[in-house]
């Protein structure tokens, strides 16, 4: 049972327009949200992260939202830029278990940045 | 400051046979877990150590162990190495409370 999902596999978007990367969770006891993007042969690099006591997050180019509600979160790059090609994960912890059930992460989204 | 450093980079092994990964977590951090990569599952979590005691397990059989040593590095070892162990297997370091985790660039394992 996936609790983390990440629906769509890819996203193609025209550099210097917005990137929307969607993800849902079922765990209820998630509290805290990470973004996280890989190349190939790489690992994973931290991009940002939101806790469960807020609804946004902004860092720069990159801004992520949470909808606890819906149990939806959502990466927004603005603009696209070629660099920003990668497959990007969502992650979730339940930090105030300690999390010590580690990261549990979605499957990916390849984005694509066309020129 | 260093980042965490996994190694071997790369590493061919034959079924049957076992293997140690090796990962050295950023200076400070005290907690090392370590993930699985592979294309149909995608990022799976193996095992959190924590002040050398493993804190939990994911659900992997029990040929997949690890450890942790007082310097904070961190050891794992797969035994009886089947095709399917065929993965990335991914170092991550942190502060400990489960967040601000910082991964490795991996161990690319392929079993033959």
């Known amino acids: 049972d996936q609790q983390v999902k990440q629906n769509s596999p890819s996203l193609s978007v025209q550099e210097g327009r917005i990137s929307i990367l969607n993800c849902d969770y079922t765990?209820?006891?998630?509290?805290?949200f990470l973004w996280y993007k890989k190349y190939p042969a790489e690992g994973p690099t931290f991009l940002i992260s939101?806790?469960?006591?807020?609804d946004k997050n902004e860092d720069g180019r990159f801004t992520v939202f949470l909808n606890k509600s819906a149990k939806h979160l959502s990466l927004h790059i603005v603009p696209s830029q070629p660099g920003d090609s990668a497959v990007y994960f969502c992650?979730?912890?339940?930090?105030?278990?300690?999390?010590?059930?580690?990261?549990?992460f979605g499957k990916g989204t390849h984005l694509i940045i066309q020129p | 400051k260093a980042g965490v450093t996994q190694t071997p980079r790369y590493l061919i092994k034959t079924r049957g046979q076992q293997v140690t990964l090796s990962c050295s977590p950023i200076?400070?951090?005290?907690?090392v877990s370590w993930y699985q990569q592979t294309p149909g599952q995608g990022l799976q979590f193996l095992f959190e150590?924590?002040?050398?005691?493993?804190?939990n397990k994911g659900n992997f059989p029990g040929r997949f162990s690890g450890r942790q040593f007082s310097n904070s590095r961190s050891e794992m070892n797969v035994s009886t190495l089947e095709l399917g162990d065929s993965a990335l297997y991914l170092c991550?370091?942190?502060?400990?409370?489960?967040?601000?985790?910082?991964f490795g660039s991996g161990t690319r394992l392929t079993v033959v």
């Open positions: 991550a370091s942190s502060l400990g409370q489960g967040r601000g985790y910082t």
């Open positions: 765990n209820s006891m998630f509290d805290y």
């Open positions: 939101i806790s469960s006591i807020k």
């Open positions: 992650a979730a912890s339940a930090i105030a278990g300690g999390g010590a059930d580690g990261l549990t």
């Open positions: 200076s400070g951090h005290r907690s």
């Open positions: 150590y924590f002040s050398e005691t493993q804190r």
